[in-house]
């Protein structure tokens, strides 16, 4: 159990590295990229392990991407998007959108539609919880607007705060 | 009239928010950037237009806006990061506004991609292991990985001649399918299921389905609509392609 997970972690990095490569991701980004990965994939486990059920597991992981990406973009002056993208990818439902496809192909479309509302729960999950670390950031740039004096000389120009 | 500094002006910023959409940036991000462009180029009244097929902005009170139309879409995730680093770079200073546009005309002659078989490699390797952390099929992880590469380079090989995304995403979902099929009836692998699921992760559409959702989510209705068609139009041309191998074979 506990090698399958190490395994699996191991897996995760390499694909999100992987996966960053092909979407031609800034060299000095990678490595970041699937540190995140690693970390919200093991909590994602983890909520699994507790039995929470597969959408708040999904929720908290993407919901974990999002607080992680957004401080690596700010750490590495980077967009965000080379960050989250990368990482989202071993939450993808790839398993359950492949059996939907499958089903729907070979007739059996009740068995589809079960699938088909599987991955709208995931996707949904996933949504919100890329929505929920969006809450948060906005929280945290208020918050070390108000108490860091440096924070406020670097973001004066900027629009949305 | 306009000065020729403003025009100068409007003319960069375009061209840098040009750059962003066209290879795979967020409206906001766009929008934002152009208005700090502005903003350090001493401009802090400009009103700015964006879209994910075309821009457009003015100077107010002046008579000077410009159009700029976005024709292509790629992703490309170095350039985005680039417009951003000469941003900052025009913020700080450290850059005129003649020098901003002219880097990044060569940004735009010059693209910097990994070489073509480390991405072959990568693609490999995204199908292997997404393979086993779905499906905790471990003995299937070599074969996944060399059809998930003949996957990538379909595709990559049709976008070069055809340049219709979709086409190459359903050919080389038909040609994973057919492959994944094959070298299961000659007893190279143990499940056609676990197989696909596998080599199609590298033509995931990431990238449009991310950006529909954050676009929708900050109020850009036309841009995350139009992206969200876009990621769902990727999925159907997979989709359908592997269901017609399953039909077939």
């Given at each position: 159990m506990i090698t399958n997970l190490i395994i699996d972690l191991a897996l995760t990095y390499v694909a999100t590295v992987t996966f960053g490569v092909l979407i031609n991701v800034p060299r000095r980004g990678l490595n970041v990229g699937g540190w995140i990965s690693t970390v919200s994939f093991l909590v994602y486990r983890l909520c699994l392990m507790l039995h929470t059920g597969i959408a708040l597991a999904n929720l908290v992981g993407a919901l974990l991407i999002g607080i992680l990406s957004m401080q690596a973009a700010r750490y590495k002056k980077m967009p965000v998007i080379n960050f989250n993208i990368p990482s989202m990818v071993p939450f993808v439902p790839g398993g359950q959108a492949y059996q939907m496809v499958k089903n729907f192909a070979l007739g059996n479309n009740s068995l589809a539609l079960s699938y088909l509302l599987q991955v709208?729960?995931?996707?949904?999950?996933?949504?919100?919880?890329?929505?929920?670390?969006?809450?948060?950031?906005?929280?945290?740039?208020?918050?070390?607007?108000?108490?860091?004096?440096r924070w406020r000389h670097e973001h004066r120009h900027n629009p949305k705060l | 009239m306009t000065t020729g500094q403003g025009h100068l002006m409007i003319k960069t910023a375009l061209h840098a928010g040009r750059i962003m959409i066209e290879n795979g940036s967020e409206v906001a991000r766009v929008e934002d950037t152009i208005h700090r462009i502005a903003i350090n180029a001493g401009y802090p009244d400009s009103k700015v237009y964006v879209t994910i097929t075309g821009m457009m902005m003015s100077i107010s009170g002046e008579e000077n806006a410009q159009i700029e139309p976005v024709a292509s879409r790629s992703i490309d995730l170095e350039k985005i990061t680039q417009v951003n680093d000469l941003s900052r770079q025009f913020a700080a200073g450290t850059i005129d506004l003649p020098q901003f546009e002219q880097q990044l005309t060569a940004l735009e002659a010059h693209p910097r991609y990994f070489p073509f078989w480390l991405q072959l490699i990568s693609a490999g390797l995204v199908s292997g292991t997404l393979e086993v952390v779905f499906r905790h099929n471990l003995p299937d992880f070599g074969i996944t990985c060399l059809i998930g590469l003949v996957g990538w380079a379909i595709f990559?090989?049709?976008?070069?001649?055809?340049?219709?995304?979709?086409?190459?995403?359903?050919?080389?979902?038909?040609?994973?399918?057919?492959?994944?099929?094959?070298?299961?009836?000659?007893?190279?692998?143990?499940?056609?299921?676990?197989?696909?699921?596998?080599?199609?992760?590298?033509?995931?559409?990431?990238?449009?389905?991310?950006?529909?959702?954050?676009?929708?989510?900050?109020?850009?209705?036309?841009?995350?609509?139009?992206?969200?068609?876009?990621?769902?139009?990727?999925?159907?041309?997979?989709?359908s392609g592997i269901a017609m191998i399953l039909q077939v074979l």
């Open positions: 709208v729960v995931i996707a949904g999950a996933i949504a919100f919880g890329f929505l929920l670390a969006e809450l948060f950031n906005r929280l945290q740039a208020r918050l070390m607007l108000k108490l860091s004096s | 990559y090989g049709v976008n070069r001649v055809a340049r219709v995304r979709f086409l190459s995403e359903f050919l080389a979902a038909v040609g994973i399918g057919a492959l994944a099929i094959w070298f299961v009836n000659l007893h190279l692998g143990n499940s056609v299921d676990d197989i696909i699921i596998g080599s199609v992760m590298p033509l995931v559409p990431g990238v449009p389905l991310t950006n529909a959702v954050r676009d929708i989510l900050a109020g850009d209705l036309v841009s995350g609509i139009a992206r969200g068609i876009e990621a769902l139009m990727s999925a159907i041309a997979i989709g």
